[in-house]
């Protein structure tokens, strides 16, 4: 076996794989499964909180007491270093993007419960200057007695990679017990480390299963370019020799919609049946744009050679509060 980082245990692992009875029937292709990564806790819940134990662990080692992030207004991975800071006792600071006055709802009013010392930071700086910003923070705040540790955006780099490095192992023993053999994998994709780590995963224990991201965001050419960049930087972590190139990684692009963020009405339709159909509540940032895009891929017929499908819930659900005016009952 691979000798990866150690980690704190935070998460309510295993998380639970169900069959979406329903939805694949009414789909008509292969059988869909759904593994609750959504249940990984309350206030960590999600995938974040599965890197973070890794980063964080990092973090203590270094002797830091105060975790730096950043994210969008209603980031997930925001709320959830929050809720593990203060689990563990340490301080945190969250850089968040937006160009308006925000409504404390949320994500960010659970990041306030939290503690939370935050920043705002408009879209432009956001995507321009987030890493500087965050380093003169530590500056900022190491003269104030804290000891600050930088987590970038969505944890994922190289070691928040071996968070999902570890989800695939735990798939891969939950194959065992039900006696099944999931041959894709689908997830949303925003920054690239849960893709890259189950990547690696899957390359590592030669799982053989194909997985495919659904980009929230920007396109296919970036993540393959960003997924590419976490999976080296996680192998500086281990002594392993892992060959891949940038065309095994599959982006499943075009259902971006909108934008980061922003909702169709289709896809706020499509959260809504789901709930109905399965008593599963999608998000409208990544999870709602996933399924809705795994659901459309299939009535096109791009999965009939998978016989099982993994769908990863990666979280997500607070912040669907801040979109309730777009559902219409
Ligand atoms: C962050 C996030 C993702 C995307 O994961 P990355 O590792 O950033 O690609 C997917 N779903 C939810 C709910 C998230 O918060």
Redesign the pocket.
């Known amino acids: 076996m691979v000798n990866i980082p150690s980690k704190i245990k935070i998460a309510n692992l295993p998380t639970k794989i169900e069959k979406l009875e329903r939805l694949s029937k009414k789909l008509g292709g292969p059988s869909i499964f759904i593994k609750r990564d959504?249940q990984t806790g309350i206030e960590f819940s999600?995938?974040?909180v599965r890197?973070l134990e890794f980063a964080v662990k990092e973090a203590m080692d270094q002797g830091c007491n105060l975790l730096i992030t950043c994210g969008g207004i209603q980031?997930?991975?925001a709320r959830a270093t929050a809720a593990v800071a203060a689990k563990v006792g340490m301080a945190s600071c969250l850089v968040l993007r937006t160009n308006k006055e925000e409504e404390i709802d949320g994500n960010y009013f659970l990041d306030k419960i939290l503690g939370a010392k935050i920043k705002f930071i408009t879209p432009k700086e956001y995507k321009e200057s987030r890493m500087e910003i965050m380093e003169e923070l530590k500056q900022e705040l190491s003269k104030e007695g804290y000891k600050p540790y930088i987590i970038p955006?969505?944890a994922?780099n190289g070691i928040g990679t071996f968070g999902?490095f570890n989800a695939m192992e735990e798939i891969i023993e939950q194959e065992k017990e039900m006696g099944i053999k999931f041959d894709a994998v689908v997830?949303?994709?925003?920054?690239?480390?849960?893709?890259g780590g189950l990547f690696l995963g899957n390359k590592v224990m030669n799982n053989g299963a194909k997985i495919y991201?659904v980009n929230?965001c920007e396109n296919e050419e970036y993540f393959k370019n960003q997924i590419d960049k976490v999976i080296k930087e996680s192998l500086d972590y281990i002594d392993e020799v892992v060959e891949f190139t940038k065309d095994e990684i599959n982006i499943l692009d075009g259902y971006v919609g909108r934008g980061y963020a922003l909702s169709r009405p289709e896809e706020i339709e499509f959260i809504h049946e789901i709930a109905k159909l399965e008593g599963i509540i999608l998000?409208p940032?990544?999870?709602g744009k996933?399924m809705y895009g795994l659901a459309n891929e299939i009535k096109k017929g791009s999965f009939k050679n998978h016989n099982n499908i993994l769908f990863i819930h990666?979280?997500?659900l607070y912040?669907l509060f801040s979109k309730k005016d777009l559902f219409s009952f």
């Not at 997830?187 to 893709?195: H, K, M, P």
């Open positions: 959504d999600g995938n974040k890197k980031s997930n991975h955006e969505g994922s999902y997830i949303a994709v925003g920054s690239g480390g849960t893709y991201g929230a998000d940032v990544y999870t996933a990666t979280g997500g912040g």
